[in-house]
């Protein structure tokens, strides 16, 4: 069975088509000049698929990113987890132990969000050497989890009204108190709300560029700042910062690659059903 | 089991006072219903005797102990929400069980009580289950179970039934009563549906607008209701309120009714019926149920508060059991309760008894019961 496509369809798709061929471009590019050898690169023959494929240039890479690459796990994995866990109790408390003055707090808490985060870099700074953390991972994670909370909080606590109240109320009556409810009532119900938001920080953190190369030396540079000197020499050996970017991006691309569909129904659903 | 005392309670949310000084005495192992319309409080008073809000003022008593500043899990009750409020991530065996867990009762004791629970619910074969995987019924009486197995002071019930389609709500209804009087535990039970209240209650409490409108027995609610709203809140049809003016025949009082067939009726109304005295040469309500307008009563001959009427029947309702016939009097659509077979066609005109020994009458203006 054939079935017809309309002719608005046929120019959608064509749109479509183009735009990903748009955005694919540039990944193109990436790869294929990883690929060369650096004497391969030049400006005619740079659209061109290698004659011969230098893996090489990925070690080379690695090389050089190597403890960057650490850093950026490190600083990403544990800002991710402590944001969204400080979120999710954040959120529990503002949609289920509302208490006097709880939603101006709230509304507070979400002008944090629409701060620029470069505006705050030099307090941020003066803060950090004040409390004596400036300089290496720890100031960056913490800077990290502090900046991500109010987004964290917003999702779980649209999360958390779609928990019907009469569940905490529930398990009031039956004795448990605040942190009772929330390991064995709240936190098993959150698996969605926690995909959307490590998510979220995940990508941030991981892309987040500027507070890394102003607030660690630079042993502690997270990933952006790494590729981001690799090309900043003069005569550069394209290869090399290609491959790095790859080993930049993979990361993230495989995050949504893996929870993608989560996040999507973490968005969309209502995911809890009694 | 525990007796239940409310007195004067008032609640307010921010400026709005949502209850405005509810008393009610239930004695140990009463099943007392609250009923009323959306909003009129029920839930907020309810919430206030489980403790999960707080009292603006007034004072509740379970047992002989003021319990306005006890937390909800030391005032030894449990309740059972209109959505059931199952958790969702455990099974069935862990939802009864979780109350008794965080109290640390004994393992060995906790599985016993389940097992208990259980059997007495039928619902032994679901333990391992998760809640999503039950039927509406079954999770009702998971819900139950959950609350029967803490064995508290006191039971809260909020509109537990309302989720169901209309079969199961009656068998349920059934149920409900079936283990009060087995457990023999005190009952608070929120519903806004006037036959539930009827056929559950030891005490019925009517309330509208943050006030309680009549406390009362089941059957004591139906035959004298204290005003009007609470005449034509309980029953089902509603009782048929005629406005009618007050006539003096010899020395007593009647009404007047008019049918439009005939020339308007003066009915007189005995002394030990209602004192109309002070309203005669004006108006009341007349009250009168639906089945106390019918073909014929077996005393009608011997009764003088039973008068014939004569009517035009506009629409005719069968139920069943009975057909409900509707005409006008004073120009108000009156529904009667006929036998089937009597029943005449919309058009026609019947002659109807209306039986006045218990009929009621309201004041016009405050809705109030006159005497
Ligand atoms: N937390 C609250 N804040 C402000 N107003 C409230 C709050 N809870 C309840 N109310 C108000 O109190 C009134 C009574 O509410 P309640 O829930 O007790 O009604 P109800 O009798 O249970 O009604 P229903 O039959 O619809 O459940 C309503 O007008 C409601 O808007
Ligand atoms: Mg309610």
Known sequence: MKTQISPGRLILYSLLILMVIVYLIPVYMTIITALKFPEDINLLTSWDFPDR???????????????????????????????TLLGSLNGYVFSKWKFRGSETIFTLFLFGMFIPYQIILIPLFQVLRALNIYGGLPGLILAHVVYGIPITSLIFRNFYAQIPTGLIKSAQLDGAGFFRIYCRIVFPLSAPGFVVASIWQFTQIWNEFLWGICLTRHTSNPITVGLA???????????????????????????????????????????IKE | MASLSINNVTKSFGSTEVLKGININIDSGEFLVLVGPSGCGKSTLLNLIAGLETITSGEILIGDRVVNEISPKDRDIAMVFQNYALYPNMSIRKNISFGLETRKVPRKEIEETVNRVATLLQIGELLDRKPAQLSGGQRQRVAMGRAIARNPEVFLFDEPLSNLDAKLRVEMRTEIKHLHQRINTTIVYVTHDQIEAMTMADRIAIMKDGIVQQFDTPQQVYDNPSNMFVAGFIGSPSMNFIECSVK??????????????????????????????????????????????????????????????????????????????????????????VQPAEASQPGEEMTLMIDLSKAIFFDPDSGRRIA
């Open chain 1, 53 to 83: 494929i230098n893996w090489g240039s990925f070690s080379q890479a690695y090389d050089k990113l190597g403890p960057n690459l650490t850093n950026s796990i490190i600083l990403t994995i544990t800002a991710t987890i402590l944001s």
């Open chain 1, 229 to 271: 000197q690799l090309a900043g020499g003069q005569a550069v050996n394209w290869n090399m910062p290609m491959a790095g970017s790859i080993m930049a991006g993979l990361p993230v691309v495989l995050v949504y690659i893996f929870l993608g569909k989560y996040f999507i129904r973490g968005l969309l659903e209502g995911a």
């Open chain 2, 248 to 337: 003096t025949e010899g020395n007593q009082s009647a009404v007047e009714l008019n049918t439009g067939t005939e020339t308007p009726q003066q009915l007189v109304i005995p002394p030990e019926v209602c004192q109309l005295e002070a309203y005669r040469e004006k108006s009341v309500i007349l009250g009168v149920r639906p089945e106390k307008i019918a073909h014929g009563f077996p005393d009608q001959d011997a009764n003088p508060s039973i008068h014939a009427l004569q009517c035009k029947v506009s629409v005719i309702e069968p139920t069943g059991p009975d057909t409900l016939v509707i005409v006008m009097i004073n120009e108000k659509a009156v529904t009667c309760r």
